[in-house]
């Protein structure tokens, strides 16, 4: 029985849609959609101050084991977001410092663990976007367990498919299918332009209520009926 499971490295995503997307926050695309949104245990080890794009290397290996995540580096790509499915491993931390670097080096954006770090100066040192569970000083070893690369895999409670889309910024991660991907950019341009715009007048004293109609929806709730 095979220990490894590996799938064909992922096309990656058209360029002018990371770019579009980068412009988009991922706020702004919960407003209007609530699917794959990476679970908020998941939180940036440092602030990233912008939206990053990239395409999903998916890693999936289990509790005290790190040899495929080393494998995986080999595979990456400059643009890729390397997803890590630990398989409900809470204790143990597969990537440090060493991990990171080397992620780093071979051009992934970020990285998205469902599961603590550690080393967490050093990877804020390599520049390398992390969000994780948080950090822990109980380190995976190299025990030759198994696990898969480039095969579905849950992080966050979403499933991620390798090639999907991942966004991310200081509010969360959103993985997207991409064949869903434009038809969110479109909408998410849109409200994204919008954004802000009644500030002013809020600033000049209009009360909130009135400029969303919330205030309508409750006087129209709170009259007696007829």
Same mark, same amino acid.
């Given at each position: 029985?095979?220990?490894?499971?590996? $799938?064909?490295?992922?096309?990656?995503? =058209?360029? %002018?849609?990371?770019?579009?997307?980068?412009?988009?926050?991922?706020?702004?695309?919960?407003?209007?959609?609530?699917?794959?949104?990476?679970?908020?245990?998941?939180?940036?080890?440092?602030?990233?101050?912008?939206?990053?794009?990239?395409?999903?290397? /998916?890693? %999936?290996?289990? $509790?005290?084991?790190?040899?495929?995540?080393?494998?995986?580096?080999?595979?990456?790509?400059?643009?890729?977001?390397?997803?890590?499915?630990?398989?409900?491993?809470?204790?143990?931390?597969?990537?440090?410092?060493? @991990?990171?670097?080397?992620?780093?080096?071979?051009?992934?954006?970020?990285?998205?663990?469902?599961?603590?770090?550690? =080393?967490?100066?050093?990877?804020?040192? @390599?520049?390398?976007?992390?969000?994780?569970?948080?950090?822990?000083?109980?380190? /995976?070893?190299?025990?030759?367990?198994?696990?898969?690369?480039?095969?579905?895999?849950?992080?966050?409670?979403?499933?991620?498919?390798?090639?999907?889309?991942?966004?991310? =910024?200081?509010?969360?991660?959103?993985?997207?299918?991409?064949?869903?991907?434009?038809?969110?950019?479109?909408?998410?341009?849109?409200?994204?332009?919008?954004?802000?715009?009644?500030? $002013?007048?809020?600033?000049?004293?209009?009360?909130?209520?009135?400029?969303?109609?919330?205030?309508?929806?409750?006087?129209?709730?709170?009259?007696?009926?007829?």
């Amino acid at each position: 029985m095979k220990k490894y499971h590996i $799938g064909p490295v992922p096309e990656q995503i =058209d360029p %002018a849609l990371a770019a579009g997307l980068g412009a988009v926050e991922v706020a702004t695309i919960g407003h209007f959609r609530h699917r794959g949104f990476v679970s908020h245990r998941l939180r940036p080890i440092a602030p990233l101050g912008g939206v990053l794009v990239g395409t999903a290397i /998916t890693v %999936a290996i289990p $509790g005290t084991d790190s040899t495929l995540l080393h494998h995986a580096m080999s595979v990456v790509r400059p643009g890729d977001v390397v997803v890590i499915d630990r398989l409900g491993d809470t204790r143990h931390a597969c990537l440090g410092g060493g @991990v990171a670097l080397a992620a780093k080096v071979a051009g992934a954006i970020a990285v998205v663990l469902d599961g603590p770090c550690t =080393d967490a100066e050093e990877i804020v040192e @390599v520049g390398l976007p992390v969000f994780c569970t948080g950090v822990s000083g109980i380190t /995976t070893r190299l025990n030759d367990l198994g696990g898969s690369l480039n095969r579905p895999v849950s992080c966050g409670n979403v499933p991620v498919l390798p090639g999907d889309v991942v966004m991310m =910024d200081d509010c969360g991660v959103l993985v997207l299918p991409p064949d869903e991907a434009f038809e969110v950019l479109e909408e998410g341009a849109a409200r994204q332009a919008r954004a802000g715009r009644n500030r $002013g007048r809020v600033e000049a004293g209009e009360k909130l209520g009135e400029l969303s109609g919330a205030s309508r929806l409750v006087a129209a709730a709170l009259e007696p009926q007829g």
